[in-house]
Structure formats: C-alpha cells, structure tokens
C-alpha cells in the first residue's frame, strides 16, 4: 500500500523545523530515520499533509561524555549508539537493548530521538531512558526544556512533546556504579516486537547490599513502567534469594500488560519477573567485573 499524498520539506536548522511544526500543527509529522513513520503512512495509519524531514540537521547525531553523563543526540542512530566504544564500557544496559532492536536495516537507519518521540510501548528506548533516570532536552519556538523520562510518556504513541518541540538529545546521569546494568527482551522470533523487556541498573557495595536499583519494562503497558516499589524495596536489601523472590513479584505486579497473540497477562506478568531475575543476575555479575553476554531471549 501507499501513502496518501503529501507535502515534504527538509529543514535546514532546528529552529526552521519548530517554525514548521508550529505553522502546520497536527498536520505535521517529523521525519528522523523514518523506521516507525514510513511503515504507518504506507498502512495508512498515518496521514500527515506535512513532513518536515530533520535528517539533514548538522550537530543532532553526537555521541559524547562530559562530567561523567552521557549525552546523545536525537540523530544517532541505534547502530552508532551500539558501536560506540564508551556506551559499551560503561553502560552496557544501553548496548544490551540497542543491540535486539528490530534488524540491521532498522538499527542503521532508526534514531535515538525518533524512537523516543514515537513513544510505541514496546519500544526499548522508554525503558531504557526511565531504568537511566534520563532527561531529554527538547527545543521549541519558546526556548530549551528537559523533560524527565519518567514524565515523558503520557499513553502510548503519546508523550508530553508540545506540538512545535523537538527532542534534540538525551542525556543519561553518571551511574553510581558503572557497567551494573543490563537489559534482556523476549521474543518470539528476533526482530519481532517483545513479548516483554526489562532493564536493570544497580549499585551494589562489596557485600551485595543494593544500594540503588532502577528496574524499569517495555511491553509492559501503554507506556513504559519503572517498577517503583520492587526499586524502593530493594533499595538497602541484601541481593539474597529471599529477597529477590519478593522483587521479582513486585516486578510483575507492577506490569500491565495488554492479552495479545504474544500471549495472555498472566503469561506476560510471569514473563517479566522471570526476565528480571536474568537482568538482576547479569547486572550483578557486571558490578563484580565479570564479562557477561546478554541478547535476544527466545
């Protein structure tokens, strides 16, 4: 199927796209890499009378640290996310979920920004930037703003974006301990939308006492969840079996998800404390200086 007719211009700075949003307002939809927009405009779910194609904007696809954060622009590419050497050192939940993103085709043209922006609540982007405590920084006609990852998603395809912002980077704070972090998906077949995700980011002290813990899933519910009471209970916890156990439930509960062909909600709440448990353990690994792999579950 084809899309219905429309008008296309690219915009040459951030400040041309905002004019553009704000004279067309909901007949306007930004085009990024174009893996989430292109496939609803040929299905006819989208029909915008206008795209404003930011693609071409210099300076939205850096990949830097500073201060200890981590600051990516809306233009990187999940590829350019995943290959990049810092993010794979030192925040590997982030290498964990771009790596099972879709297929090649997606992770080299899709963008961090315009998966974010999209919203889909399975994207693994929500997930990761509420389980990171991110903020995004966004720009308008009005001046520059940062929105917290935990604030950003209002339903599903629908976030707090005023209809002439732009997300232009996401910035990730220091982790309290580097590299205790990890991400794992179900699927039924890879490249296929999860079942459920969950990401796990952690500080540990010597003796596995956990002082920090961000749990947070994707295909959980209309929007990304963080897993609020399983992260204030483990918080002070010792990491022991009796412990974990109570977290895993509290994970589940804390799911909402939707029955679908990838299987019923009871199905999906067991799913999602089981995957825990994996995050948890290779998140923990990791925060002792083991080299342990994640990926696809299947």
């Known amino acids: 199927m084809y899309p219905r007719s429309f008008e296309y211009t690219v915009a040459k700075s951030v400040d041309e796209a905002c004019a553009l949003l704000a004279q067309h307002g909901d007949n306007a939809r930004v085009l990024a890499g174009g893996q989430s927009l292109i496939p609803l405009m040929k299905l006819r779910l989208a029909s915008p009378n206008y795209i404003i194609d930011i693609g071409n904007i210099a300076g939205l696809d850096g990949i830097t640290e ?30 964990d979920a771009v790596g099972v993103i879709a297929d090649p085709q997606v992770r080299n043209w899709g963008t961090v920004g315009g998966a974010l922006a999209e919203a889909d609540p399975a994207g693994d982007w929500g997930a990761v930037a509420m389980a990171l405590n991110a903020r995004v920084r966004c720009l308008s006609p009005r001046g520059e703003r940062f929105i917290d990852a935990e604030s950003l998603f209002v339903d599903a395809y629908t976030t707090k974006l ?23 998906k179900l699927e039924r077949r890879a490249g296929d939308f999860a079942v459920i995700s969950v990401g796990v980011q952690l500080a540990l002290s ?25 992260n204030e209970f483990l918080t002070g916890m010792q990491l022991n079996a009796t412990a974990i156990d109570e977290a895993a439930q509290l994970v589940a509960a804390s799911s909402e998800p939707l029955a679908d062909i990838r299987g019923s909600e009871p199905y999906k709440r067991s799913a999602a404390a089981e995957l825990f448990r994996d995050a948890l353990d290779l998140a923990r690994k990791r925060s002792h200086g083991e080299e342990a792999l994640a990926g696809h579950v299947r």
């Not at 590419?77 to 982030?94: G, K, M, N």
């Not at 005023?162 to 910035?171: P, R």
């Not at 003796?207 to 399983?230: F, K, M, Q, S, Y």
């Open 66 to 95: 500073h201060g200890g954060e981590l600051r990516i622009g809306a233009l990187a590419t999940h590829s350019a996310v995943l290959d990049h050497q810092t993010v794979r050192q030192r925040w590997p939940l982030i290498a």
């Open 162 to 184: 005023a209809g002439d912002e732009l997300i232009v980077e996401v910035i990730f704070p220091a982790p309290r301990q580097a590299r205790a972090g990890a991400y794992l």
């Open 206 to 230: 010597e003796r596995d006492v956990c002082e920090d813990a961000r749990i947070a899933l994707a295909a959980a519910g209309l929007t990304p969840i963080l897993a609020r009471r399983a």
